[in-house]
């Protein structure tokens, strides 16, 4: 990984795994003109997964020194640079600081602030196609397959005890790994002790298939892997059998997206909704970039954003 130049125009970086791939690069320019930020440029930073601490460090020092540097988005590796790097930062926000994680990065009066914005724009997103009421009227479950960053704030929207009844009546957490599955499942305590949850390794093919198969109707299920996006493939198999007149929640944008098209196979049968990531990438991007340039991006200059995103998709 090679650091980017000295910045000589207003930047932020996009910190990721493939970021020339993202419709990011594509969309900034046409979002910068929308917000007046004509002068300013976004710059991809590829990391490979789970990179040495080092690497980390060297890109948020590099931001913190650079004068034209303002921030950066983090997507794939939030949980990693927080750990590396948290040092570095003057402030961390509530959301980076409990649950480990940052997607944001951003200077104020000559401080380097982290976020975690995840909680905010994955609570947006859902509120676009969960329906009012859903978890009281019919008590369905959660199950996220995957327990990095985005299942964190996923569980941090859903199970937050101020929603009360409101919340699904299980979470079902599978993950291939067991030390982020200890952490979710410290976060899911700290959030909300009294939800029931369970938590599963499953590192072989077939084993999320039969807890799929256990899930209730009107239950939501969540890919928050990233298989089918930067990597190939689904956590669930061709086989897999969905549960009736449930919300499936594809978290890629772009990729195969194997899980979605799994999905899609069994939506008339099943009477699935399928969502998949672009209003999520949207809400995700806008929330990091109002923060980063110290602007607002609500009501109708969001409206104004998501249509040009949409007919430039």
């Not at 795994?17 to 710059?43: H, N, Y």
């Not at 976060?187 to 949850?197: G, K, M, S, T």
């Not at 699935?272 to 340039?293: N, P, R």
């Amino acid at each position: 990984m090679k650091l980017p130049e000295k910045a000589t125009q207003p930047t932020m970086y996009f910190i990721g795994v493939t970021t020339t791939k993202s419709s990011i690069m594509k969309l900034f320019p046409f979002w910068a003109e929308a917000l007046g930020l004509e002068k300013a440029v976004l710059k991809g930073i590829d990391i490979d997964i789970h990179a040495d601490p080092q690497v980390y460090r060297d890109v948020v020092q590099f931001i913190k020194d650079d004068e034209l540097s303002l921030g950066a988005l983090v997507t794939t590796h939030k949980i990693d640079l927080y750990h590396a790097a948290k040092d570095l930062f003057d402030y961390l926000d509530p959301y980076a600081t409990m649950f480990g994680e940052l997607s944001s990065i951003s200077k104020k009066n000559g401080r380097l602030e982290g976020y975690a914005k995840d909680p905010i724009s994955s609570g947006l997103a859902m509120e676009a196609f969960i329906p009012e009421n859903y978890w009281n009227d019919h008590g369905g479950e959660l199950f996220i397959m995957g327990a990095g960053g985005s299942a964190i704030a996923i569980c941090s929207y859903l199970l937050d005890p101020k929603k009360r009844k409101s919340i699904p009546s299980k979470v079902v957490i599978a993950n291939r790994s067991q030390p982020r599955l200890d952490e979710i499942a410290r976060i899911v305590q700290e959030i909300n002790p009294d939800v029931e949850a369970e938590y599963h390794l499953t590192p072989e093919q077939g084993q999320n298939d039969d807890l799929l198969a256990q899930l209730k109707p009107h239950s939501l299920i969540i890919n928050s892997t990233g298989l089918g996006k930067d990597r190939p493939g689904s956590p669930l198999t061709d086989s897999c059998s969905f549960p009736e007149e449930s919300l499936v929640w594809e978290l890629n944008y772009r990729g195969g997206l194997d899980f979605m098209h799994q999905a899609l196979a069994q939506k008339e049968t099943k009477d699935l909704y399928i969502e998949d990531g672009w209003i999520y990438f949207i809400h995700g991007w806008t929330q990091v970039v109002a923060e980063v340039f110290h602007i607002d991006i609500t009501g109708s200059v969001f409206d104004r954003i998501e249509q040009i995103s949409n007919e430039t998709r």
